[in-house]
Nanobody, 122 residues
Framework: QVQLVESGGGLVQAGGSLRLSCVASGRTFSTYAMGWFRQAPGKEREFVAAINWNSNNIYYGGSLKGRFVISRSNAKNTVYLQMSSLRPEDTAVYYC???????????????WGQGTQVTVSS
């Protein structure tokens, strides 16, 4: 069992930056691939980024690479999402999730956090 708690969301102006954190409970964090997803109002949840257990493999969704950077610290049981050059269309609830191996589809993830709201004002 893995419990995930996100933090770091908030209100930011367009062009600004935020760093989201997701802390995992349990001693098996380092064996899981971790992902970030987001869901905007009225839209389906979409894949943002994923990182495998040792950070050797990273995926990004759509055109997010270059603005978003995923990283992890197995020593701190934490995965991060550094978001830069934020746009109003990045407004969404951001979720972290854990999967046995690196994946890009939400149904392939076993554990989910409760989400953290990111709002980007124009």
């Amino acid at each position: 069992q893995v419990q995930l708690v996100e933090s770091g969301g908030g209100l930011v102006q367009a062009g600004g930056s935020l760093r989201l954190s997701c802390v995992a409970s349990g001693r098996t964090f380092s064996t899981y691939a971790m992902g970030w997803f987001r869901q905007a109002p009225g839209k389906e949840r979409e894949f943002v980024a994923a990182i495998n257990w040792n950070s050797n493999n990273i995926y990004y969704g759509g055109s997010l690479k270059g603005r978003f950077v995923i990283s992890r610290s197995n020593a701190k049981n934490t995965v991060y999402l550094q978001m830069s050059s934020l746009r109003p269309e990045d407004t969404a609830v951001y979720y972290c999730a854990a999967a046995p191996t690196i994946r890009t589809r939400e149904y392939e993830y076993d554990y989910w956090g409760q989400g953290t709201q990111v709002t980007v004002s124009s």
